[in-house]
């Protein structure tokens, strides 16, 4: 089956610095990489997403990169807030109601 | 993206007891997927809800422990059964839409087992 690995697990950066999370899936039929957000208490809110026939996608101060060939995507945030403290999983998946397989999460911290 | 709602968003229960979570949507749906999401952890299936079939459970999860039922579109319900402190822990559903293979959680329902 497919396995997510995410790093890193916490990030600490001060505002207005950009963050990077990584991951990396292990099955080539992978086709959807969904990014989630989710603040303490809440549910995971979906923040962007790329499909496998797009190698980058951009939302504001959000943008996502996907490389098929080293099976790694990535997500980018610009300008980073405290508001964007939470904890981030990726998730990777072939669609079609098969399962989801996420990664550990990653915890950043936005220093004010 | 879907409204979804669950019940009760918490609950506190005696080990040995079991406790039933409701999962409503808004607009049908064909698969509803129940998950779990222990303390500062990943989300972690344990399954795939299908209207007018047996669920799926992933390895590690039984029908015993966690019967779910799908009478609807728009319904499902998790039960966990018999409930020791190792199942304090959140619960969240989540429903797939076709159009777009994006899954949308629930606000979850968090389970402390005394």
């Known amino acids: 089956g497919e396995n997510v690995e995410q790093h890193p697990s916490t990030l600490s950066v001060q505002e207005g610095d950009s963050a990077v999370i990584k991951c990396t899936y292990s099955?080539?039929?992978?086709?959807?990489f969904p990014w989630y957000k989710q603040e303490l208490g809440k549910r995971p809110q979906l923040i962007i997403d790329?499909?496998?026939?797009?190698g980058e996608k951009k939302d504001q101060r959000i943008a996502v990169t996907l490389n098929k060939t080293a099976k790694h995507f990535s997500l980018h945030i610009t300008e980073t807030q405290p508001e964007d403290s939470a904890v981030y999983f990726c998730?990777?998946?072939?669609?079609?109601?098969?399962?989801?397989?996420f990664g550990i999460g990653t915890k950043l911290q936005v220093i004010p | 993206s879907a409204v979804i709602s669950q019940k009760p968003s918490r609950d506190i229960c005696q080990r040995g007891t079991s406790l039933t979570i409701q999962c409503q949507v808004d607009?049908?749906?064909?698969?509803m997927f129940w998950y779990r999401q222990q303390p500062g952890q990943s989300l972690t299936l344990i399954a795939t809800?299908?209207?007018?079939?047996?669920?799926?459970?992933e390895s590690g999860f039984v029908i015993d422990k966690f019967p779910i039922s799908r009478p609807n579109l728009t319904f499902s319900t998790l039960t966990v059964s018999n409930m020791s402190p190792e199942d304090s822990s959140i619960y969240l559903c989540?429903?797939?839409?076709?159009?777009?293979?994006?899954?949308?959680f629930g606000p979850g329902t968090r389970l402390t087992v005394l």
């Open positions: 099955d080539s039929a992978s086709n959807y």
């Open positions: 998730a990777a998946y072939r669609g079609g109601y098969q399962k989801v397989t």
């Open positions: 790329i499909r496998s026939n797009v």
């Open positions: 809800a299908n209207q007018g079939s047996e669920a799926t459970y």
């Open positions: 989540s429903v797939e839409y076709s159009s777009t293979d994006t899954q949308y």
């Open positions: 607009s049908q749906v064909t698969m």
